[in-house]
């Protein structure tokens, strides 16, 4: 087992776990609709988008959501180690069609934000932030500890 | 059409299995941009002791969502899916899901709540293999936006 290399004792509330950054393109959001079945327009159809009153095609909440878990996953080193993952939704992010970059860059940090030696666990607190705001609010996974 | 306010306290059956594919992993695992081998090879999935290779940790939301159908789809509902945000998610794992699952998940309206013209409705999904063995639990808050809103 990989996550022997993590040990609860070695931990502490607010240890980093690390960053990474989730460009973000059009055709990301097409395989996300793909792969998850999710094929609400306004995350494809720049038309029907602006519709409804949205800026613009915006991503899956969805896939924010689960592209930011993977910081968590490597770290941990097993995805089934995340046993529990919440999150509230509080701005949209707006990809733009942009020609030869990301139309969207999101930035992701992780800390510990609770340890539970009892159960084994610990509370891993994302920040998950699109151009400095923050795009996901209580973003909290907790793991399960060798 | 507003939302109908007696649909607190419903349920519905998700009776159609997702069965749960290794490319069907991969896939989505490819869409949230994960990378770690349990979710692409078969050996890598074994060294960590599962049976088969795993799904990422929010893979649930596939059966979620088509729970989730049966409720914005059902005509008396009154929820008219173009305005529909999603406010917040919530994975809660029993187990970790495993190509070669076959997945059922019954749906529970937990609350309804007027915000507007608009509501808030929270669902709550029991996911399960069809011989009973309890998966994973979310929960969804979705927000149904009012004209103007």
Redo the contacts between chains.
């Keep these: 087992m990989t996550t022997a290399s993590l040990n609860i004792a070695d931990l502490s509330v607010g240890t980093e776990i690390g960053s990474r950054v989730i460009e973000i393109s059009r055709a990301d959001l097409i395989k996300y609709a793909g792969a998850s079945g999710d094929f609400n327009p306004i995350h494809w159809n720049e038309r029907f988008a602006r519709e409804v009153e949205l800026p613009g095609v915006i991503a899956h909440g969805m896939f924010t959501m689960g592209a930011a878990v993977q910081l968590v996953t490597d770290w941990v080193g097993d995805p089934a180690a995340v046993v529990s993952y919440g999150t509230r939704f509080t701005k949209p992010v707006p990809v733009a069609d942009l020609e030869g970059g990301p139309g969207a860059v999101v930035a992701v940090t992780g800390v510990v934000g609770a340890l539970d030696s009892d159960a084994g666990t610990a509370r891993i607190d994302l920040t998950v932030t699109l151009d400095g705001q923050k795009v996901l609010v209580k973003a909290q996974a907790t793991v399960r500890l060798a | 059409m507003s939302i109908n306010p007696e649909l607190q306290g419903r349920s519905y059956r998700l009776g159609e299995i997702y069965s749960v594919g290794r490319e069907?992993i991969r896939?989505?695992a490819?869409?949230?941009?994960?990378?770690?081998a349990?979710?692409f090879e078969v050996a890598a999935a074994h060294?960590?002791?599962?049976a088969d290779l795993?799904?990422?940790?929010?893979y649930a939301?596939?059966v979620a969502?088509?729970a989730d159908a049966l409720l914005i789809n059902d005509a008396d509902s009154g929820i008219d899916?173009?305005?529909?945000?999603?406010?917040?998610?919530?994975?809660?794992?029993h187990?970790?899901i495993v190509a070669g699952d076959e997945l059922v998940a019954e749906l529970h309206v937990d609350a309804v709540r007027g915000m507007g013209g608009g509501a808030m409705i929270t669902t709550r999904a029991e996911i399960s293999t069809v011989t009973g063995e309890a998966v994973a639990t979310t929960?969804s808050a979705i927000l149904v936006r009012g004209e103007g809103q």
Aim: charged fraction near 20%; aromatic fraction near 8%; avoid cysteine.
């Design positions: 069907s896939d989505f490819r869409a949230v941009k994960a990378t770690h349990a979710h060294e960590l002791g599962h795993v799904a990422p940790p929010t939301i596939i969502q088509r899916f173009s305005r529909v945000v999603h406010a917040e998610q919530r994975f809660t794992h187990r970790a929960v």
